[in-house]
């Protein structure tokens, strides 16, 4: 027999404050209240599957067929609907005997903790940790299964580190838990709308440091975790963390390209995938500059191609510090990039920077000695002068830069005076 009840939950109790939309802000009352009416459709949802036979209490069930049905989960033939959007009240905290029985992980531990009294979904550890984020901590698939068919609303329980039990199954980087975990949700927020899945999404909710689940795995260096969170959802890649650094960053820092596809999206030149450059080619960092001045900056002659083959326009984008994408190469030494930039866009020579510097008064102060000889029968930029009067040779000498100056101090150059 069901257990009917109604859904009435205080704001501290539902603890789902700290999740938040793609915006990386606090949920505001507005969307609390928003998240309330999504848990009950939730409630309604598992409510019609029972009333088709869906669900049994305390037996074995078999889902009676339907129409245009889509398979359920094996492990939630099992569920209460008593349990499912009942969050705990009050924790209690497990005694030394019940920790004891760790080690075993398995149904004798649950049947061990149930002899205590305590229901299973109030019991936590001292770091806050409910049974299921042990559960996913061990990696232990079948007593996860069990937990969730018996306490579902653990799935949105946080411990002390504001972690999912996702979070921390990323973590340790176990992808069967994480799979079956994402199964859980996928069950319950696919027959949701489009705007009540945003607001419940455990993907993007981010923990005490500020890391998502996806970047969790990530950092772990769990792929196959890592690409089950962004097959699910992808909005948690373009999600930072404290440190600035978003999942997207470190799976090509890692140089994954299939992950990256993931993230992107790869649906060919009318899919998703056909406005990436609109959305990242003219973004900036925190120093102002785009993907092509730090592609430059790192000297990837392959991605700074890749990148004027889209568009030529970033090459007259300077940096906050006024310095143009062939300045940063040519201040690096990166010849082969500052020669591709100068053969797409040779007007680029001619540019330049905050303190009126071309590429060869870069070169010379940089002591860049090989890109001075490419360029040093470019009189004109050989005999230019920046803010101070100083040609390229006369940097080159300040900074004792003997083979540059070897490069620039032709005949002509030491005639100048600054």
Not at 169 to 194: I, M
Not at 210 to 227: F, I, R
Not at 248 to 272: F, H, T
Request: net charge negative.
């Amino acid at each position: 027999m069901w257990v009917d009840f109604r859904f009435e939950m205080d704001i501290s109790e539902a603890r789902l404050d700290r999740i938040e939309v793609q915006s990386s802000v606090d949920a505001s009352h507005d969307q609390l209240r928003k998240i309330y009416v999504l848990m009950n459709k939730i409630y309604n949802c598992f409510r019609s599957l029972s009333s088709r036979g869906f669900f049994r209490a305390g037996v074995e069930a078999t889902p009676q067929p339907m129409e245009d049905t889509e398979p359920v989960p094996e492990f939630f033939i099992s569920l209460r609907l008593s349990d499912l959007c009942d969050l705990p009240g009050e924790y209690v905290l497990m005694k030394t005997e019940m920790l004891s029985t760790l080690s075993d992980g398995n149904e004798e531990w649950l049947e061990t903790l149930r002899s205590h009294g305590t229901p299973l979904a109030c019991l936590k550890n001292d770091q806050g940790d409910s049974i299921l984020h042990l559960a996913a901590t061990w990696g232990n698939l079948e007593l996860v299964k069990s937990i969730v068919s018996e306490c579902p609303c653990l799935l949105l329980e946080l411990n002390s580190k504001d972690q999912l039990p996702l979070h921390v199954a990323a973590l340790t980087g176990h992808p069967a838990v994480v799979e079956d975990l994402v199964a859980s949700v996928t069950f319950s927020s696919a027959r949701l709308a489009e705007e009540d899945r945003e607001i419940l999404n455990p993907y993007i909710l981010k923990d005490i440091n500020g890391d998502t689940a996806l970047n969790l795995a990530l950092k772990g260096h769990y792929t196959e975790v890592a690409l089950c969170l962004v097959n699910a959802n992808q909005q948690a890649s373009f999600l930072a963390c404290k440190d600035r650094i978003s999942p997207l960053y470190l799976a090509v820092e890692a140089g994954n390209v299939l992950l990256v596809k993931a993230m992107l999206g790869n649906d060919g030149p009318e899919g998703r995938n056909s406005n990436v450059e609109s959305l990242f080619v003219d973004e900036r960092d925190e120093e102002g500059r785009t993907c092509l001045s730090f592609g430059a900056s790192i000297g990837y002659h392959k991605g700074v191609r890749n990148l004027l083959d889209r568009s030529r326009k970033g090459v007259y984008v300077c940096d906050d510090d006024g310095s143009y994408p062939i300045h940063v190469a040519a201040e690096k030494g990166h010849i082969e990039v500052v020669k591709e930039i100068c053969k797409r866009c040779p007007v680029s020579t001619h540019l330049r920077n905050r303190k009126d510097q071309n590429i060869l008064h870069i070169a010379a102060d940089r002591g860049r000695f090989r890109l001075l000889r490419q360029w040093r029968n470019h009189e004109h930029l050989a005999n230019e002068k920046d803010v101070g009067g100083n040609t390229p040779l006369h940097l080159a000498t300040i900074k004792w830069r003997p083979r540059a100056v070897q490069f620039l101090a032709v005949r002509k150059n030491l005639l100048i005076q600054n």
